[in-house]
């Protein structure tokens, strides 16, 4: 049972678009990750939020933890090429150390 | 720092064959993870252990075994492989941190095929 669903599950757009990736689930968790994963590498680390309606930016990236804590959002602003790559939410809850990873969106930008 | 290597890069191995995928790290992390990912998928838990001794298991440990005898290594061990084992491995490693999650850093991957 997958219990980090993301949506869309692909993506593709021109250069300059605007999109948003959503990462929902029926449980609470105490804080939530994105990722962002290249062709044959890891993922790597790109927000933690940890606050019911915490939002964080990071240059063209904004992070959104729901209010209750059960979902997220990651808006990119005039995507660009290097934005290309697997996007991944993994939540974490309280007093466990293991990490749940959503199903993934595979974003594409075209030049 | 190397953070987090893994070997090999890349293997096959025949149905019923055993082996064992290596994972270290220098960053002195007490938490460690073995997660599997298929095509076009995110990652699946295997086993993870929160420090040298112990260990428990993810979502998918049928197959697969794990051993933490020092904080630096945390290997894999999958015995009589089957096809449904084909999939890319990742390990990863994060610091202890209370209440939130930390920060995972991941290996470059094992690609696995069993045929």
Not at chain 2, 19 to 48: A, S
Request: aromatic letters at 10%; charged letters at 15%; glycine letters at 12%.
């Amino acid at each position: 049972t997958q219990l980090l669903e993301q949506s869309p599950q692909f993506l593709s757009i021109q250069e300059g678009e605007n999109l948003t990736v959503y990462c929902n689930s029926s449980s609470v968790f105490s804080s939530l990750q994105w990722y962002r994963q290249e062709p044959g590498e890891g993922p790597v680390l790109l927000v933690t939020v940890v606050t019911g309606g915490e939002v964080k930016k990071l240059k063209r990236l904004t992070f959104q933890f729901g209010d209750a804590r059960k979902d997220s959002s990651l808006h990119i602003t005039a995507a660009q090429p290097g934005d290309t790559g697997l996007y991944l939410c993994a939540g974490g809850r309280l007093g466990t150390y293991k990490y749940i990873f959503g199903t993934g969106t595979r974003l594409k930008v075209l030049a | 720092n190397a953070g987090v290597t893994q070997t090999p890069k890349f293997r096959i191995l025949k149905i019923g064959q055993s082996m064992t995928l290596q994972c270290t790290q220098d960053m002195n992390h007490n938490y460690m993870y073995w997660y599997r990912q298929d095509p076009g998928m995110g990652l699946k838990l295997i086993y993870y252990s929160v420090g040298a001794g112990i260990t428990d298991k993810g979502e998918v440990p049928n197959g697969y075994n794990v051993s933490r005898s020092t904080t630096e290594d945390f290997p894999l061990r999958l015995e009589l492989a089957a096809p449904s084992q084909t999939s890319v491995y990742f390990c990863a490693s994060s610091e202890a941190r209370t209440g939130v999650l930390g920060e995972q850093y991941f290996g470059p991957g094992t690609r696995l095929t069993v045929t």
